[in-house]
């Protein structure tokens, strides 16, 4: 059997012990350290109240433009006070009944009738227009009748006779410029203007001329206008009319006229269609 020795069971355990306390005493060490200071920033109350007065200018000041700006709003939304007519401006007819007259857009037309419109309100004077060969109606107000021409007198119908006799003046431009130009001639309603389009469109008994489309209507178009427009003046029947315009124009000369239907040169006029003369 060993010897047990105290002194060394004893030393052993005191040892221990000073390793503990030792150990606690670092913890309370680190625990007991110091923290950092945090240094408070202290703002004065006059400061303070500096910025919330400048703050609530702005805000006043924002809600004085945004005011100015409706104000500035609702007065460019005032409308204009409308003035209701109720009664169209008296004017006086310069036509009658059962008279001829042209209409730029359509051409000849003989006025009915007149009658009274109500058109939003206001009671309108209009002349009622037919045009035979469209077989279609139209209404042109009073005060618009300027727009309206009266028919063509003799003379005038002569002049575009020597017209139609005259060379044509055709252009170099493109053919749609010089299209544009035809068709204002023929809007305009100007007798001279639609005799100087069939002078200017027209081809003859020439085969070997190419024509287009839109070339041949708008030769037609002038060309019916200005036969409806003669065959009412001259009061002749509408074949006849019809060569004496293609003697001017040397068309269709192959075929025979008769001695009975042929038109003298010189043309008198209508005794049923009295007009001044320009």
Request: proline share 3%; charged share 35%.
């Amino acid at each position: 059997m060993k010897k047990i020795n105290l002194k060394s069971i004893l030393t052993k355990t005191f040892k221990k012990k000073k390793v503990k306390k030792q150990v606690k005493k670092k913890v309370k060490k680190t625990l007991n350290q110091k923290k950092p200071k945090i240094k408070k920033v202290i703002v004065k109350k006059s400061k303070i109240k500096k910025v919330k007065s400048l703050k609530a200018k702005n805000t006043n000041h924002q809600k004085e433009i945004k005011n100015d700006n409706l104000k500035i709003s609702k007065i460019n939304e005032q409308k204009p006070e409308i003035k209701k007519i109720k009664v169209q401006g008296s004017e006086k007819r310069e036509y009658k009944i059962k008279d001829y007259v042209v209409y730029p857009k359509h051409g000849v037309g003989q006025i009915t009738e007149f009658k009274k419109i109500n058109i939003g309100g206001i009671d309108v004077e209009t002349y009622i227009l037919k045009f035979e060969k469209d077989k279609a109606n139209g209404m042109v107000p009073v005060n618009k009748q300027s727009n309206l021409r009266p028919l063509a007198t003799i003379n005038q119908v002569n002049k575009c006779i020597s017209i139609l006799k005259s060379k044509p003046k055709i252009k170099r431009s493109m053919w749609s410029r010089r299209a544009q130009e035809y068709e204002a001639k023929i809007s305009s309603g100007k007798i001279y203007e639609l005799a100087e389009v069939v002078r200017d469109l027209n081809k003859g008994d020439d085969i070997m001329i190419d024509q287009s489309y839109s070339e041949r209507q708008l030769f037609e178009k002038a060309y019916d206008r200005l036969l409806t427009e003669f065959q009412i003046v001259i009061g002749a029947s509408l074949e006849d009319t019809q060569k004496k315009i293609d003697k001017a124009l040397k068309r269709n000369l192959n075929k025979d006229v008769q001695a009975t239907t042929s038109v003298p040169e010189k043309i008198e006029p209508n005794p049923e269609i009295i007009q001044e003369a320009e």
